[in-house]
């Protein structure tokens, strides 16, 4: 079966642009976070999504929105694109807590 | 809040050593637990998870034990191959209505042939 989608894989921006990123989940699976990993923070939650509503949220600016569609994909937006922003992010997808979640390969976005 | 630690550093070891990588944790209530492996330009894949105290996570090799007592899932691999080189993170879920994972901050593990 089909895993954890995300597009694009690779992204390069100027800083002050915005970027949206893409993530498709596991058919079923109607849960989906987002985590950003960079070397010194490591793996940091950003958001999670669950049948459209936004569930939890971790610590990061309001520049840092998402969004999910009624078939579960979801999208990821930064605005006002910082130096800092640059990392892998990476899209998780799970059934359950308890079940275990599924992630994709990510993409690695670099802000020049 | 919740919280996972891992043992600093990387992890160099030979071909068909003992792999043991530390990780505790600190949570209300009774978090599930879970390792991940990150090989390189790749996201996160699911190693194993154990889901309360006593339960014992396997496989390809590896085990890992949650133990409530000492507040650990340490993770062990009896017979290391080069193929295993790869970033493990461990991570736990608190299940108290919040679906979402905090990491440890991962260990590279290289395995010399």
């Known amino acids: 079966k089909a895993g954890v989608t995300q597009t694009p894989r690779y992204l390069i921006k100027t800083r002050g642009q915005q970027v949206t990123l893409s993530c498709s989940p596991i058919?079923?699976?109607?849960?989906v976070s987002w985590y950003q990993q960079t070397p010194g923070q490591g793996l940091q939650f950003l958001f999670e999504?669950?049948?459209?509503?936004?569930?939890n949220k971790g610590n990061f600016p309001g520049r840092f929105s998402g969004r999910q569609f009624s078939n579960s994909r979801s999208e990821m937006n930064v605005s006002t694109l910082e130096l800092g922003d640059s990392a892998l992010y990476l899209c998780?997808?799970?059934?359950?807590?308890?079940?275990?979640?599924?992630f994709g390969s990510g993409t690695r976005l670099t802000v020049v | 809040g919740d919280s996972v630690t891992q043992m600093e550093g990387p992890v160099t070891l030979s071909e068909e050593a003992f792999l043991t990588i530390n990780c505790t944790y600190t949570?209300?209530?009774?978090?599930?637990l879970f390792w991940y492996v990150q090989y390189p330009g790749e996201g996160l894949q699911l190693l194993l998870k154990?889901?309360?105290?006593?339960d014992k996570g396997s496989n390809k090799g590896f085990e890992a034990t949650y133990r409530k007592e000492t507040t650990s899932f340490h993770l062990e691999k009896g017979s290391v191959q080069v193929s295993d080189s790869a970033v493990y993170f461990c991570?736990?879920?608190?299940?108290?209505?919040?679906?979402?994972?905090?990491f440890g901050k991962g260990n590279q593990v290289v395995v010399i042939p």
């Open positions: 998780a997808s799970s059934r359950t807590e308890n079940y275990g979640y599924t």
């Open positions: 058919s079923g699976h109607r849960s």
């Open positions: 999504y669950f049948s459209e509503t936004q569930r």
């Open positions: 949570a209300t209530g009774y978090p599930s």
């Open positions: 154990a889901t309360k105290a006593d």
């Open positions: 991570a736990l879920s608190d299940r108290q209505g919040n679906n979402r994972l905090a």
